[in-house]
């Protein structure tokens, strides 16, 4: 790709979020690589990048992997501030993964400042249907209460991988294109206001 091209090239920074060994790592390995990895080893934190074509336009995904552990929560924090989206992950084998999603979403919004942010909720371990702790309706219903894209994933399947991240992107983009038009209005509305001083 030229320099030129580059230019042209919008980077969108992911952040993914859950509970340790719900398989934040697996899903982003899966998706950069085409590969599952079984073992399970806890992220600190693991930056990967990917370009992609999402709806004709081109995309570099800067996803940050971050630690679950909760002895890791002050850095995470540093992550949700620079984040543009995020992947929230639960296991759908762990009724208390899918608390910790809440808890985290609630620690973005704060860290944020924001109501409303580009996310995607995603139950994970789809494949271990015999395991399961969370009902399907109960993911559906947070994400309602979100307003955001949900899906039911599978890491070791690549069951609706692809989809996770490029729902989240085009998430991202519709969320600037809000905050644009909502600054274009404010800008018109600031400059049909006329100020006369004697």
């Given at each position: 790709m030229s320099t030129k091209g580059a230019a042209f090239l919008k980077e969108y920074k992911i952040v993914m979020v859950g509970d340790g060994g719900v398989g934040k790592?697996?899903?982003?390995?899966?998706?950069?690589?085409?590969?599952?990895?079984?073992?399970?080893?806890?992220?600190?934190?693991?930056?990967?990048?990917?370009?992609?074509?999402?709806?004709?336009?081109?995309?570099?995904?800067?996803?940050?992997?971050?630690?679950?552990?909760?002895?890791y929560s002050a850095m995470r924090e540093r992550f949700m501030r620079n984040g543009e989206g995020f992947v929230l992950i639960y296991s759908i084998t762990s009724y208390h993964s899918f608390e910790q999603v809440q808890k985290l979403h609630d620690q973005i919004a704060r860290v944020k400042d924001l109501e409303h942010f580009p996310v995607v909720l995603v139950g994970n371990k789809c494949d271990l249907e015999q395991d399961r702790q969370v009902p399907t309706s109960a993911g559906r219903e947070l994400a309602k209460q979100y307003n955001c894209l949900f899906f039911e994933a599978s890491a070791k399947q690549n069951i609706k991988i692809e989809d996770t991240f490029h729902g989240l992107v085009r998430e991202i983009?519709?969320?600037?294109?809000?905050?644009?038009?909502?600054?274009?209005?404010?800008?018109?509305?600031?400059?049909?206001?006329?100020?006369?001083?004697?």
């Open positions: 790592s697996a899903m982003t390995i899966q998706f950069i690589q085409s590969h599952f990895v079984d073992e399970y080893d806890p992220t600190i934190e693991d930056s990967y990048r990917k370009q992609c074509l999402i709806d004709s336009e081109c995309a570099m995904l800067d996803i940050l992997d971050t630690a679950g552990q909760e002895e983009r519709r969320s600037c294109q809000d905050g644009c038009k909502k600054q274009k209005q404010y800008d018109e509305k600031q400059a049909s206001v006329c100020c006369i001083v004697m």
